[in-house]
């Protein structure tokens, strides 16, 4: 269960599934399993990823993110002549894991909003 939801949390905000670009149910539809198919291909991209192992104060992870953003810029981009080394590019993108992490996470409320608008 914790993989699943962990798994929406991230294809809500990392994938921004929270803001739909259609007004119809069809194509809103279509967004999302566009997404849904963009997120299991960079899953496949950033599993395969290995982080060089340094003498450093923390243990590090991927930055899966900017592995999003840089893997979606690059089907983005059209048969260039040298395309980049994307899993080069990604592993660089690290971020320190900090455990017994002291500050609370400050979450402010959102209203509410109504959606009615988007379906036929």
């Not at 962990?6 to 194509?27: G, I, V």
């Amino acid at each position: 269960r914790w993989e699943i939801e962990t798994s929406y949390r991230e294809l809500k905000y990392h994938l921004d599934l929270n803001t739909l670009h259609s007004k119809k149910r069809m194509f809103i539809e279509q967004e999302i399993y566009a997404k849904l198919v963009l997120y299991n291909f960079c899953s496949r991209v950033s599993n395969n990823i290995k982080i060089k192992e340094k003498d450093r104060k923390y243990e590090y992870q991927l930055n899966y993110v900017r592995a999003f953003h840089i893997i979606r810029n690059y089907l983005k981009e059209k048969g260039g002549k040298n395309p980049p080394d994307i899993e080069s590019l990604i592993a660089k993108e690290i971020l320190p894991i900090h455990p017994n992490r002291q500050n609370e996470r400050k979450v402010k409320a959102k209203s509410p909003v109504s959606f009615n608008y988007r379906y036929d």
